[in-house]
């Protein structure tokens, strides 16, 4: 079983495009795949129960049958900071709620698994917790999602640092472009892999329709996978 979190520079940076794109590639590589995105803000209101477009998309790439309750535990409707969502629910959002149901799906014992956080790696949650302390309680190796635009190298080198000062391995890290017609773009994205301590697990560019079918063709999970 091979296991990792996802986590970006910042929020809107395409975590949740690159992590379904992870987990496409996977299957295309025979792998089956279960993923988590713990706690979620901005759902929609369905027939089935508050639902969150992020966690519907890696729910559509797990090989394993999961239930959507079991990707998304918590889910909130308005569209802000999680914290504050789950404030006004009048839900204690801390660590220990959290770890459960990702243990859980951790043990279905996927050959690849995504645990996906929210927002950047200094995420509050409740009782000055973040959501970082989630992946140091699990152990999890992380995957950093870039997301390319002015002032991206200060923000990916924070996170990088920030990620290795909490004991845990920077596996990898994807370059998403967000806006492709940034200055000097590939001596930025050189500055990033001369400084990141991580391979490169990809350069994703803008996509007219962003599919994880079409994102998967940009990345390479070799530096991920064991031989």
Same mark, same amino acid.
């Given at each position: 079983m091979t296991a990792f979190f996802v986590t970006g520079t910042d929020t809107e940076? @395409?975590?949740? %495009?690159i992590a379904a794109g992870l987990l496409h590639a996977a299957r295309l590589? @025979?792998?089956?795949?279960?993923?988590?995105?713990p706690v979620a803000s901005g759902c929609?209101? %369905?027939v089935d129960g508050l639902r969150n477009s992020d966690a519907l998309a890696l729910h559509g790439q797990c090989t394993l049958p999961m239930r959507y309750e079991e990707v998304n535990p918590f889910a909130f409707?308005?569209?802000i900071a999680p914290h504050l969502a789950a404030r006004e629910a009048g839900i204690d959002l801390n660590v220990a709620r959290l770890v459960d149901p990702v243990r859980q799906m951790l043990a279905l014992q996927a050959d690849f698994s995504l645990v996906e956080g929210a927002g950047g790696w200094r995420v509050p949650l409740a009782d000055r917790e973040t959501l970082s302390e989630l992946a140091v309680q699990l152990g999890l190796p992380v995957i950093l999602v870039v997301g390319v635009r002015l002032g991206c190298i200060n923000h990916a080198l924070l996170s990088a640092e920030a990620i290795e000062h909490d004991g845990l391995q920077l596996a990898g890290w994807v370059a998403n472009i967000i806006d492709p017609s940034m200055s000097r773009l590939d001596e930025n994205l050189a500055t990033l892999a001369e400084?990141?301590?991580a391979?490169?697990?990809?350069?994703?560019?803008?996509l007219p329709a962003a599919s994880p079918g079409d994102v998967s063709s940009y990345l390479d999970l070799g530096p991920l996978i064991p031989a």
């Open positions: 940076v @395409g975590k949740t %495009t590589a @025979g792998l089956s795949t279960a993923a988590a995105k929609e209101m %369905t409707e308005p569209a400084r990141l301590s391979p490169c697990l990809g350069r994703v560019p803008r």
